[in-house]
């Protein structure tokens, strides 16, 4: 369980993360967790991933292996990238791909958000990549931080890294999948 959002106003882009990983009904706080970030950084990119806790490891590693060959300037950079990992999520991390037969697609059973100066964008688990224009969030308190962006999004007072915090405040009141602390991260757009 978690919330990450992302936003892009007045030549800013910033992205935000809780910190709670959750495991059933427990609950693993920053308070007791030392890498409880769930934002990681690839050279001038930001990424975030929902889904099990490993994703954030395996996403390092991959990309900080890969990083010489790996784009995620544009949506299809992006696409690109994201079906070479999943192959390698199937082969050398071992991921159990979906038995759902109404999917056409196999799932890499992550939602993730990507900041960088290129712009803000989303894939969903069936790869599906997506530039967004104001602001976006995934994970189990999204609802509340749309709807907490929606709301504050055109005030001239909030800056881009405000409402990307606040959306995550927003979620962690509401949804029991999120906690405190907040990560968050800035950069210019170009």
């Given at each position: 369980?978690?919330?990450?959002?992302?936003?892009?106003?007045?030549?800013?882009?910033?992205?935000?993360?809780?910190?709670?990983?959750?495991?059933?009904?427990?609950?693993?706080?920053?308070?007791?967790?030392?890498?409880?970030?769930?934002?990681?950084?690839?050279?001038?990119?930001?990424?975030?991933?929902?889904?099990?806790?490993?994703?954030?490891?395996i996403?390092?590693?991959?990309?900080?292996?890969?990083?010489?060959?790996?784009?995620?300037?544009?949506?299809?950079?992006?696409?690109?990238?994201?079906?070479?990992?999943?192959?390698?999520?199937?082969?050398?991390?071992?991921?159990?791909?979906?038995?759902d037969?109404?999917?056409?697609?196999?799932?890499?059973?992550?939602?993730?958000?990507?900041?960088?100066?290129?712009?803000?964008?989303?894939?969903?688990?069936?790869?599906?990549?997506?530039?967004?224009?104001r602001?976006?969030?995934?994970?189990?308190?999204?609802?509340?931080?749309?709807?907490?962006?929606?709301?504050?999004?055109?005030?001239?007072?909030?800056?881009?890294?405000?409402?990307?915090?606040?959306?995550?405040?927003?979620?962690?009141?509401?949804?029991?999948?999120?906690?405190?602390?907040i990560?968050?991260?800035?950069?210019?757009?170009?």
């Open positions: 369980m978690t919330t990450i959002s992302v936003v892009r106003k007045d030549g800013q882009i910033a992205i935000a993360a809780d910190t709670l990983t959750k495991w059933g009904s427990g609950k693993e706080s920053a308070k007791y967790i030392r890498n409880s970030e769930k934002i990681i950084r690839i050279e001038d990119n930001f990424i975030a991933a929902t889904g099990n806790a490993t994703f954030k490891m996403l390092k590693e991959y990309f900080t292996e890969n990083s010489q060959s790996i784009s995620l300037q544009s949506v299809d950079d992006i696409f690109r990238t994201w079906n070479q990992l999943h192959l390698k999520l199937k082969e050398k991390y071992f991921l159990m791909p979906e038995e037969k109404e999917d056409a697609i196999e799932s890499s059973r992550m939602d993730v958000i990507i900041a960088n100066p290129h712009g803000i964008f989303g894939v969903s688990g069936h790869r599906t990549v997506q530039e967004f224009t602001f976006y969030a995934y994970g189990s308190g999204s609802d509340y931080a749309l709807g907490s962006m929606f709301s504050s999004y055109e005030s001239q007072e909030i800056n881009a890294e405000t409402i990307a915090r606040k959306s995550i405040e927003a979620a962690a009141e509401f949804d029991d999948g999120t906690g405190l602390p990560d968050s991260f800035t950069v210019t757009a170009q």
